[in-house]
């Protein structure tokens, strides 16, 4: 079976502070992850994914995350908050390469807020 | 690329009725679309995983003569509340995905009353 925990349902950074969100997987088997945005009253957007290739993953707007194995976390970081920012994030975790469903398992989300 | 569009993006109607939800991929055939429903602020829940020209299947606790899904072609799944009641109220959001080795791309979502 295969989960997701997302550190913290809510962070607040300053602007052009660094933003880092946390995310935790427990998979069986070679995870595919997922960090997706969802802007109020919006669907999700992919902001970057991590398919067993390269462990540092760079997204849209800025930002990159790195998987690791050992820790088996995907954090989610960017260099520096712009109001822009301002949403809720999810983590996931693709249940490709066991059933091959393609079935995403969703963190809780963590609501980032940037302050100005 | 990868663009889904969900319809209607707001639904207000009496308690009783039945309101469809129309999701289509604009610029890619996607073998399997999914169905979620969102709660003020908590994550995602999936309903059903629904592939072309076969019957969906629902997640446990979703029932399925209660949210009907029809998958009638490669860019197009719809999802029928049937007798809604205010309970049924929330966000329904769907996605789709080319294929197994693809992300999933997102509608913009559908919010639903029902009064």
């Known amino acids: 079976a295969q989960s997701v925990t997302q550190l913290g349902s809510h962070v607040s950074v300053s602007e052009g502070a660094l933003v880092l969100l946390r995310c935790n997987y427990s998979s069986s088997v070679p995870p595919y992850l997922f960090w997706y945005v969802q802007y109020p009253n919006q669907g999700l957007q992919l902001l970057l994914k991590?398919?067993?290739?390269?462990?540092l993953v760079k997204g849209i707007n800025g930002f990159e995350a790195e998987f690791k194995k050992s820790e088996t976390s995907f954090h989610l970081t960017k260099p520096s908050a712009h109001m822009s920012d301002a949403a809720e994030y999810f983590c996931a975790v693709s249940d490709l390469g066991s059933s091959n469903t393609g079935k995403l398992i969703f963190g809780q989300g963590t609501t980032l807020q940037v302050k100005p | 690329g990868a663009v889904v569009s969900q319809h209607p993006s707001w639904v207000i109607c009496k308690s009783g009725t039945s309101v469809k939800i129309e999701c289509r991929s604009l610029?890619?055939?996607?073998?399997?679309m999914f169905w979620y429903r969102q709660f003020p602020k908590q994550s995602l829940m999936l309903m059903a995983t629904?592939?072309?020209?076969?019957?969906?299947?629902?997640e446990q606790g979703v029932e399925k003569d209660k949210f009907l899904i029809n998958h009638a072609s490669l860019t197009l799944s719809t999802l029928t509340v049937t007798s809604a009641h205010p309970e049924d109220s929330s966000f329904y959001i769907c996605s789709a995905m080319e294929d197994s080795n693809q992300p999933q791309h997102f509608g913009d979502g559908t919010r639903l009353s029902i009064l």
């Open positions: 991590y398919t067993s290739a390269a462990t």
């Open positions: 629904s592939n072309e020209g076969s019957k969906a299947t629902y």
């Open positions: 610029d890619f055939q996607a073998t399997t």
